[in-house]
């Protein structure tokens, strides 16, 4: 297969990128930064940047023939309280998680429609499907792309293109290093750092990103995809069905106790 990856300087991208190179899959990776690999080919281009983008389609296209799969992966955290988040930051987040997840949808759609074959997998996570506190505006972003996610099933299955959002839990990375963080005003400055390091301690025993990649691998030999998937420690995902099913005063404060808010 022909396979592009955002987000392959580092971390879950890198993994997935060098994964799938192994198997004698072609493999392109996105990335601001030129990453050093002998199992994919790195292409520098900043997704929030259009022009960027469609450049390094092309670039791919002069070689392959075809797209087969996409893996918008490319994204940042957001942490801090919604009153402390500026547009700034709010419109970055949502430049890369979004935006930028969007324009690389668009710029492989028409090689996939005119071959009437291709799949994408946006990488979202379980925290998409409820306000984590203190990281609000990432989970928003998230569930944004959820939501264009299913938006797009309806528009593109005439072609036989297949789309989801993988929802992850924590995954050990580097990910702490590129949030974006918010200034922290006097009233939140405890309980923000209580959080904050309890985030943290999460990251660090999080799940190998090679499974991530595994899991990836036994999506890609499914018939037909559904909207969503879940991938994560079983304490993470249970919360997606709890919230579907819980009072939601209830649910609040079964989170308020996993985040030691209580």
Request: hydrophobic share 40%; charged share 20%.
């Amino acid at each position: 297969m022909t396979i592009i990856i955002t987000g392959t300087s580092s971390g879950i991208g890198f993994v997935l990128a060098e994964y799938f190179g192994k198997k004698g899959h072609h493999v392109y990776g996105l990335s601001r930064k030129y990453a050093e690999s002998q199992y994919f080919k790195s292409i520098p281009a900043d997704v929030t940047d259009n022009t960027a983008v469609q450049k390094a389609i092309a670039e791919v296209l002069k070689t392959e023939t075809r797209i087969d799969l996409l893996i918008n992966n490319a994204g940042m955290g957001m942490v801090g309280a919604v009153e402390d988040s500026t547009k700034e930051d709010i419109l970055k987040l949502f430049s890369l998680n979004l935006a930028g997840a969007v324009q690389m949808m668009t710029a492989v759609l028409p090689n996939m429609r005119e071959h009437k074959s291709g799949k994408i997998i946006n990488i979202s996570s379980i925290g998409s499907e409820m306000g984590l506190p203190f990281r609000g505006f990432y989970s928003a972003s998230k569930s944004a792309l959820d939501k264009v996610t299913e938006a797009m099933r309806y528009e593109v299955y005439p072609w036989n293109i297949e789309v989801c959002s993988l929802h992850l839990g924590d995954i050990k990375t580097n990910i702490a290093e590129n949030r974006v963080i918010a200034k922290v005003s006097q009233p939140y400055t405890t309980v923000f750092n209580k959080v904050y390091t309890l985030m943290n301690s999460h990251v660090d025993d999080g799940t190998d990103p090679l499974e991530v990649a595994e899991y990836v691998e036994k999506l890609l030999g499914k018939n037909k995809w559904k909207a969503h998937y879940y991938f994560g420690k079983f304490g993470q995902k249970i919360g997606v069905p709890l919230k579907w099913i819980l009072p939601q005063i209830v649910y609040e404060n079964l989170m308020k106790k996993y985040n030691k808010l209580d």
